[in-house]
């Protein structure tokens, strides 16, 4: 993780260079942020900046993570058909006000995930995005993220850092014909686990 590289390598940095070492802003930043310092990984001191800390197993907030459960927490996902139009896409990713959608085939079963960065990649370019299916663009299974409704919010919070993405689809797994296939049921995002920490802080 980038994050954590860069703050052990520069201890005391503050959010304001680690951000410009990695050539964003800090509001892009704020998420990463706050779940690496409730998970214990980083330790934030007020006007010095940020430590490594390591995974403090013995953290009260820590052990509250990982005893809530993606079941706990997860939101009603967006899904659209593989066949839908990058355009269409689009205008679902402004009506839904979401980041990622989730692609399904027939059977409903998740085939894919496609970002806001994806759809803007396409749409500046010159192809004709109302006869682009996001199938072309999607990223595919079985190169998905996932997480189920069983594992904890630590684990989920921990794959959106480590795998550096928005939004887990949360899945269930289902065998057909032989064939295990994942069932669409619930997402997390960055902004599901920073409002959990908000709402842990609060409690």
Known sequence: MMIVDIVKKHEPITSEEIAAKLNITR??????????????????RPRVG????????????????????????KAVPVVIKEETSVYDAIVTLFLEDVGTLFVVQEDGSLCGVVSRKDLLKIAMGNADIRQIPVSVIMTRMPNLVTVTMEESAFDAARKIVEHQVDALPVVKPEEFEGKVKYKVVGKVTKTTITRLFVELGRG
């Open 27 to 44: 509001a892009a930043l704020r998420p990463d942020l706050s779940i690496l310092t409730m998970a214990g990984i980083l330790e934030a």
């Open 50 to 73: 940020y430590f490594y800390a390591g995974k403090n197993t013995k953290s009260l907030l820590a052990e509250k993570i990982r005893s809530i459960k993606v079941s706990d927490i």
